[in-house]
């Protein structure tokens, strides 16, 4: 993947299937000319399937990883801060290292207080069974299902 920053000085080349975009700066910004189209005669004329000038690029995010590289993960237990409840254990890639923010649900390795189970609709935040402290609201993190964590209401552990 190629990736184009556009910068308000200089010359800019973008070369790919022998077509070329190229920006000056200093005399197109003044005319208002924002891309300037340099084809080579071998090339006919038509829309490009790479880019057009008047899209802006931008780089597709990256799915989380999925199957047996997950397997590999580190499971750690998620808590209620609260009451001290397992509520699910969840595979984590790198441990208890860094803080957890958000969860997908495909990686939630058992459901030990029936967190998922017992939820109802999509818009209703999770809630602990025991104390009914609200520890996560649901959201869809690049096309995948997931629990976006409140601060301070979890804590991690690694049993």
């Given at each position: 993947m190629r990736v184009i920053c556009r910068n308000a000085i200089g010359l800019m080349l973008f070369l790919q299937d022998k077509r070329a975009w190229a920006s000056f700066a200093s005399r197109d910004l003044q005319a208002g000319v924002r891309h300037r189209r340099v084809v080579p005669s071998s090339v006919p004329f038509g829309p490009s399937p790479v880019a057009s000038p008047d899209r802006r690029c931008f780089a597709a995010a990256a799915k989380p990883k999925r199957g047996s590289?997950?397997?590999?993960?580190?499971?750690?237990?998620?808590?209620?801060?609260?009451?001290?409840?397992?509520?699910?254990?969840?595979?984590?890639?790198?441990?208890?290292?860094?803080?957890?923010?958000?969860?997908?649900?495909?990686?939630?390795?058992?459901?030990?207080?029936?967190?998922l189970r017992d939820h109802g609709t999509s818009a209703d935040p999770y809630s602990c069974p025991s104390c009914q402290t609200e520890f996560a609201r649901s959201a869809i993190i690049r096309g995948l299902p997931a629990l976006k964590l409140v601060g301070g209401k979890i804590r991690m552990t690694k049993k």
């Open positions: 590289v997950v397997d590999s993960y580190q499971t750690v237990s998620v808590n209620c801060a609260k009451c001290g409840e397992r509520l699910f254990r969840y595979k984590k890639k790198n441990g208890t290292k860094s803080n957890l923010v958000k969860c997908f649900v495909e990686r939630i390795s058992e459901d030990c207080a029936g967190v």
